[in-house]
């Protein structure tokens, strides 16, 4: 039996922070699921596939491998799209803004569901999402659900891109991330909501370490 964190949550709350040192401080494999559909965003972007024609979508989908690999030197977690590594092309503005609705499309869903459980499967993992709890693993042992307040998730968001040279306009940062979250809670299939059974940590006056601290709390229990 594979041992399952689910961390799910709204954007910039801090999941894939947190994931990634929870993942390390287990010895689990870290699943970025966003990163699949923003890897199937870049994709349709890049092909200039239309993307409210589902069966290209799809066929698109179908024809990428999208993977996670570690970069040997800095330990960092790559994604890549076939051969291409697409770590950085992923978290563009464009990306962000299109990949909500890439994600709303059920059928893409259903596929990503799958692949998300079959590396579920053959490995102990933390998985973070916005439907990892609710639909991809119910039976987890343990899931969280990440959230802060708005202002603090765009702050947050606005350093990393930052750091990756990106120039931020923190209203417009704001407005974004809003839209995204409206888009992710609102729509038809697999909304974003904590499942029944996770616990709640709002992350809004607390760090990184302290998230993580009390994660590890509940998992010793
Ligand atoms: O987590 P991240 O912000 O990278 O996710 C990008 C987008 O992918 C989300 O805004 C959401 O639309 C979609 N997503 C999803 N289900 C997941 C993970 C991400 O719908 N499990």
Known sequence: EKIQVTIDGPAGAGKSSVSKILAQRLGYVYIDTGAMYRTLT??????????????????????????????QETGTQKVFCNDQDVTDLIRSP????????????????????????????????????????????????YKFYLTASLEERA????????????KIDL?????????????????????LKPASDAIIIDSSKINLEQVIGSIINYIKE
């Open 171 to 191: 209203e417009k940062l704001i407005v974004e991330i809003k839209t995204r979250d409206n888009m992710d809670t609102q729509r038809e299939y697999s909304p």
């Open 42 to 71: 870049y994709s349709a972007i890049k092909e200039k596939v239309d993307f409210s024609d589902i069966d290209s979508i799809i066929k698109l989908l179908t024809s990428i491998e999208i993977n996670f690999g570690l970069d």
């Open 94 to 141: 464009e990306v962000n803004q299109k990949v909500s609705i890439i994600a709303a499309i059920l059928e893409v869903r259903n596929i990503m569901v799958l692949r998300q459980r079959e590396i579920a499967q053959n490995n102990n993992v933390v998985m973070d999402g916005r439907d990892i709890g609710t639909v991809v693993l119910p039976n987890a042992k």
């Open 155 to 166: 702050k947050r968001r606005a350093k990393e891109l930052e750091a990756k040279g990106y």
